[in-house]
DNA sequence: AAAGATTGACTTGTCAATCTTA
DNA sequence: TAAGATTGACAAGTCAATCTTT
């Protein structure tokens, strides 16, 4: 299923679903550092580091000095990639509804939204997170 | 969550999660080939002959000429990799379990399962599948 | 030509070691 | 010494090109 999400925001909008997920963060994040996207996404901070290096190189972010504290910088969206972003989480929402809204109605997919919910505070409990 | 289970099955039984699944699909499948197992977890061809690579380095299976077809191998378990694919599937399970079916309860679950199986319907009408 | 498989270049993640600032 | 980030080597997948057999 993300295959074929990720498919069409490449063909459509020119941008992979990994890329748009970080632009979604940065977006929603407010002097976003790498640390915080690395835990809303539950990936290494070193692997988000490189995704950051190439939104960057892409020309959709930029890291600007944080003024709090020197190690880290704050990300923010360059124009372009806020536009860039815009239209990408249209086609990605419009997705999911045909993954689960349409097929699915809206009381089964209440359900399976809440059965999702506590197996996630189950798996939270028994301890899942990455580090580095 | 694949993470987790991958996690215990590396540490418990020295195997990943992947290979795992390689091994699920051969026992499984009567003169297996990598045609059957790439169809089976929906990757690609190419993948698939890699992944039967590095799992035949590791001992775990061997390709043997196919009498019905020169051009592919067929695949089987070593002893070894039998020997490995039981005691990491009883751990595999038991992740399952905890991850599902402890939190939920069994009508939960049931309800689960049918909405993911609805899905999954619609997903396949809609057409994602990979192909190299 | 088409089907089965393999290979090589590339993407995106992990982990461990390291550098810099707190 | 800790915390934030970066870097380099590796893992596991994708795709496109190629080779062999049908």
Redesign the interface.
């Known amino acids: 299923?993300w295959?074929?999400v990720d498919a069409r925001l490449r063909k459509e909008c020119g941008v992979p679903l990994g890329n748009l997920n970080l632009m979604l963060i940065i977006a929603a994040t407010p002097n976003c550092r790498v640390q915080d996207i690395a835990a809303a996404l539950e990936i290494t901070v070193g692997g988000t580091s490189q995704a950051v290096d190439r939104l960057e190189k892409l020309g959709h972010c930029v890291r600007k000095p944080n003024p709090a504290d020197r190690r880290s910088s704050v990300l923010e969206l360059t124009p372009d990639g806020e536009a860039l972003m815009k239209s990408a989480s249209q086609v990605f929402d419009g997705e999911l509804e045909?993954?689960?809204k349409?097929?699915?109605g809206e009381e089964?997919?209440g359900?399976?939204a809440s059965?999702?919910a506590?197996?996630r505070?189950?798996?939270s409990v028994?301890g899942?997170t990455?580090s580095s």
């Open positions: 299923m295959n074929t045909a993954f689960f349409a097929p699915l089964a997919l359900n399976l059965a999702l506590a197996a505070v189950a798996a028994r899942a990455p």
